[in-house]
């Protein structure tokens, strides 16, 4: 069975920094959690909470594409504001890759997003976040349903400096099919990552907060060792 409750296991290529001794490899991936004991996300006064979608079924690998060609007709929202604690990262959502962009604003509007966590960041290279340990997001994932997207890498666009990318999925994936809850911000141009990976956005403000994030102490699998919370996302007009 796939399981979505993922940290990175690979990243693509030797990062230039302090880091060099363990960044080896050629992909980006998501694998499972290791549960861990953390404490509770200190949650903001004046959090706004997304008014819930109509109730929709559960998606399958089966019914996922399918549901998001209906969706994204109906739901043409492009601009997303990712709140953290250290500032917001504002991104545009590009309509080429019509998949993507749906699948991100329904994660969205589900409330998906609140009290996930930048899960795997590295200065000077990417920060990416969407997965968690937290049980209560594990839920809402079982809600929302097991399911994978297509690569779309044939639109021009490139790993720049502040692309927003989905990872692949590790797991019986030759294809490397996108792991849909999880994404990744790019900090400098890693153009070795083209082909691979989807680009569905770009930051627009707020690529300094993504160069903070990246800055925070971690452990050897590169998760911060202060917790990073996305403390909501949020739709703009």
Known sequence: MIRFFFIVSCICFMNCEDKQSRKNTDTITTDSLVIRETLPP????DTIINIPEPKYPILTEKNAMEFFLQYEK????NK???????GNIDIVLFNETKFHRANFIYLTKQGYFTDTQFYRVIENY???AGSTDDRDVMRKRKQIGKYL???????GFKHERG???????????PYKLASPYEFFITLRDVYQLDGDYTIFGKVVRGIDVCDKIAKVETDNGDWPLKNVYIRKVEILE
Do not use: A, G
Not at 42 to 45: P, T
């Open 42 to 45: 200190k949650k903001k006064k």
């Open 74 to 77: 109906e739901h043409k929202e």
């Open 80 to 86: 997303v504001r990712i709140v953290t604690d250290f």
């Open 126 to 128: 990417i920060v990416q």
């Open 149 to 155: 997207l297509p690569t779309d890498t044939k639109r």
């Open 163 to 173: 692309v927003i990318s989905m990872p692949s999925s590790d797991i019986d994936n």
